[in-house]
């Protein structure tokens, strides 16, 4: 909610002139169980963009040789600003943002599970290349830092926790191959 509340607030703060907005989400995500993804930003200036995403995975499965559970479920939420040294939504990019998010995730490996909460900041970076003037085709890699919350538990169903705790993390965060509009 605060994350909305700011985005919005810079968006209405800044002059009309300029304004560009563009849609983006991530092809990747999909491969990676199902995650939905939609990443909105606001170029704000001639080098600055503010970026605002959303990832969110309530999908289970069941792994095809054991029939057991497998899943990657989860919600996540980032803010950030990016930098462009050419022009706003064209060529190289950096970006840093924070992040929350809420995960459960196992069986896809071994039978453990872990859930919990992250939060932290992430960096990323990356090159969008101009398919046409509304369509670009992003490339990026980025990671996030932070503290998890967790629980660990023996299998998926059986509800016995095995580790649980808060602990630092370094995590890759982004592979990006991005379909982004820009308008």
């Not at 810079?10 to 999909?30: H, K, M, Q």
């Not at 899943?71 to 943002?97: C, D, I």
Request: with cysteine; charged share 15%.
């Amino acid at each position: 909610m605060i994350l909305s509340v700011s985005f919005l607030t810079l968006c209405v703060a800044v002059p009309a002139e300029g304004r560009r907005f563009s849609l983006s989400t991530n092809v990747i995500d999909y491969l990676n169980l199902g995650t939905l993804n939609l990443e909105a930003s606001y170029g704000f200036s001639r080098h600055w963009s503010m970026n605002m995403g959303v990832r969110y995975n309530p999908f289970t499965f069941r792994h095809p040789a054991e029939g057991t559970p497998m899943q990657n479920r989860k919600q996540s939420y980032e803010l950030g600003a990016r930098f462009w040294p050419w022009h706003v939504f064209s060529g190289w990019w950096v970006a840093a943002k924070g992040k929350y998010q809420e995960y459960n995730y196992g069986g896809v490996f071994s039978p453990e599970t872990e859930e919990g909460d992250g939060y932290g900041i992430g960096f990323s970076a990356g090159y969008s290349y101009m398919l046409h003037p509304n369509l670009n085709l992003e490339f990026g890699l980025g990671f996030w830092t932070g503290v998890r919350k967790y629980t660990v538990y023996d299998c998926p169903a059986c509800g016995q926790v095995t580790e649980s705790g808060t602990r630092g993390f370094i995590l890759p965060n982004e592979l990006l191959l991005s379909l982004v509009y820009v308008f």
